[in-house]
């Protein structure tokens, strides 16, 4: 069993910046990849950027790209996602992912552990 704890949300201006943090516990956690996914009011949760499980290969949605960066610590069993220049769009509650597998995946059925989500808000 996987545990897995979001922190760092919460209310930013447009063009402000946020650090997710993912703390993981319950196995090793530098086995398995690790997702970050969205959900917006209304709208189905979507991919956001998954990393590796040594944290070589990251991948990211394409409209995310150049903003947000995943990262991972495996000596603090933490991911972390760091986003920069928000958008009010960017407004969800973000959960981390935890893969059985070492690879990275955009597939929300890929990842066995889920954690509750943090809130991020935009303000216009």
């Known amino acids: 069993q996987v545990q897995l704890v979001e922190s760092g949300g919460g209310l930013v201006q447009t063009g402000g910046s946020l650090k997710l943090a993912c703390a993981a516990s319950?196995?090793?956690?530098?086995?398995?990849?690790m997702g970050w996914f969205r959900q917006a009011p209304g709208k189905e949760r979507e991919f956001v950027a998954a990393i590796s499980s040594s944290g070589a290969s990251t991948y990211y949605a394409e409209s995310l790209k150049g903003r947000f960066t995943i990262s991972r610590d495996n000596a603090k069993n933490t991911v972390y996602l760091q986003m920069n220049s928000l958008k009010p769009e960017d407004t969800a509650v973000y959960y981390c992912a935890a893969r059985v597998y070492s690879s990275r995946s955009s597939n929300m059925n890929d990842y066995a552990y889920w954690g509750q989500g943090t809130q991020v808000t935009v303000s216009s």
């Open positions: 319950g196995r090793t956690f530098s086995s398995g990849a």
